[in-house]
């Protein structure tokens, strides 16, 4: 197959990342790149020997895919131009920054014939994918998400910045309709909510609970599964996993099967490019569609719901 001509639309700190592996890979060739500062686009650019585009206007016309790498604020215009031009789109998590957004871009990719995908990578870490035949139905899920504070991702709160990746990936082990969410959350050293905590409650019975700090000095990503007589437990981290099995026997006292994973080193972001290059050159549904994009960051509004009532109430008692 013909390698695809790629194009990166901001190659700052992640968008560098995604020119990097489109020059590299077999399935793909760099062509062009685009960045608000100049002098950043022509360092990734020349690095890459990609053509420097000082507008969509002049990039768009060269490339079949492109990724959208720009602050979450601008995810919905720029995605929006390059599915109005008829070209596949990577958008960088999370899809848009209201509802209404990203409904418009999934409407836009069906229109066109473009495939539209979400950048959710922890899909695409190695350990996940070696952990999730080992999932089936969970009864209670428990994530963490924790990092320290950086400037970079702060023009949205911490749920879309953070939080949104376990939200995609709750919704992914498909625990049904969402019946009930409740949340906490507060402002630390940004304008907006930088730690929180959500619960969720699914008609299914499964109930998931989420913690998602930019504000701690240690940086956790982990996920804890309980299902019927098994516990999962990732770590995206280090990507290690764990399985606890009841075994079966007549004591009266369980024995438990501990198995220990290790995922491999490939670069979720590189299985990722490779998945989009793939539903981009054969027209399949991409891994994330803009559907699942748009199911996440609905629950993340439920929950910035839910904290706005804990807010008021707290503000009202107090």
């Given at each position: 197959m013909t390698p695809l001509r790629a194009g990166v639309i901001g190659v700052g700190h992640l968008g560098q990342h995604h020119a990097r592996l489109y020059a590299s890979l077999p399935g793909s060739r760099l062509v062009a790149v685009n960045d608000q500062s100049t002098e950043r686009a022509h360092t990734i650019g020349d690095r890459h020997g990609a053509r420097v585009c000082k507008s969509l206007d002049e990039l768009?016309?060269?490339v079949d895919v492109v990724s959208v790498a720009v602050p979450t604020s601008s995810?919905?215009?720029v995605a929006r131009a390059c599915l109005l031009a008829?070209?596949?789109?990577?958008?960088?998590k999370p899809i848009a920054v209201t509802m209404a957004e990203a409904q418009e871009l999934v409407r836009l990719a069906e229109d066109k014939h473009c495939r539209l995908q979400v950048g959710h990578s922890e899909r695409f870490n190695p350990v996940m994918q070696l952990m999730r035949p080992h999932i089936g139905r969970?009864?209670?899920?428990?994530?963490?998400r924790l990092s320290s504070f950086s400037e970079r991702g702060t023009d949205v709160d911490v749920i879309l910045d953070l939080m949104i990746h376990d939200l995609d990936m709750v919704l992914s082990f498909n625990p049904g309709p969402v019946e009930d969410v409740q949340a906490a959350g507060i402002p630390v050293l940004s304008s907006t909510i930088d730690i929180a905590n959500a619960r969720l409650q699914f008609k299914s019975g499964c109930v998931a609970n989420l913690t998602a700090s930019r504000v701690s000095t240690n940086k956790m990503r982990r996920l804890r599964l309980f299902q019927r007589d098994n516990y999962v437990s990732i770590d995206f981290q280090t990507r290690q996993g764990m399985i606890c099995r009841r075994e079966a026997g007549s004591g009266l006292k369980p024995t438990i099967d501990i198995e220990q994973l290790q995922g491999g080193e490939e670069e979720p972001l590189k299985l990722q490019l490779e998945s989009f290059l793939t539903a981009a050159g054969t027209g399949a549904r991409p891994t994330v569609s803009g559907e699942d994009g748009a199911a996440a960051l609905d629950?993340?509004?439920?929950?910035?719901?839910?904290?706005?009532v804990f807010v008021r109430r707290n503000q009202e008692e107090g």
């Open positions: 768009l016309p060269l995810h919905y215009a008829g070209k596949h789109v990577l958008v960088e969970p009864v209670f899920i428990e994530c963490h629950l993340a509004h439920q929950v910035l719901k839910a904290i706005d």
